[in-house]
């Protein structure tokens, strides 16, 4: 078989973290770690999708361990986030204390901040502590566009149709 040389180096890319065997995970909230890379279908409009079923991070009241599952999906522009370093920067929550809402609506503003998308949601999905659960949503459309008003669409019916939570 041919050896092919993508080019997907640290060298060439830009990234420093995919592929990095001795990666230092973060004690605390960390935005740093974010990496990009470039969109190679900008002229398409198409969503990313990630889903983060075991995010932890600590209540700021009591230190008690918070448990979700976190859902990022965005609509890329020119720059797209690198998975290895998303990962990072969820995990860097472990120790983090803030409310729900604290830490889906941080993560979407590092993320708008980090690539400047055409649109973002996070959806957070905490296990219940005390017989109740949280599930904080966020969303964001860039300003003067289609995105904004889906946006705010999206935002008035995203849970008009909530799913069936058997495992809470």
Known sequence: MENINLGRNKENTGLELLGEKNVVYKDDYAPEVLETFDNKHPDNDYFVKFNCPEFTSLCPITGQ??????TISY???VKMVESK???????????HGDFHEDCVNMIMKDLIKLMDPKYIEVWGKFL??????????CNYGRPGTKWETMAAERLMKHDMYPEVVDNR
Not at 65 to 70: K, N, V
């Open 75 to 77: 609509i890329p522009d």
């Open 65 to 70: 361990p918070d448990f979700a599952t976190i």
């Open 85 to 95: 370093s998303l990962k990072l920067y969820l995990f860097s929550f472990r120790n």
């Open 128 to 137: 219940p502590r005390g017989g109740i659960s949280i599930d904080p949503y």
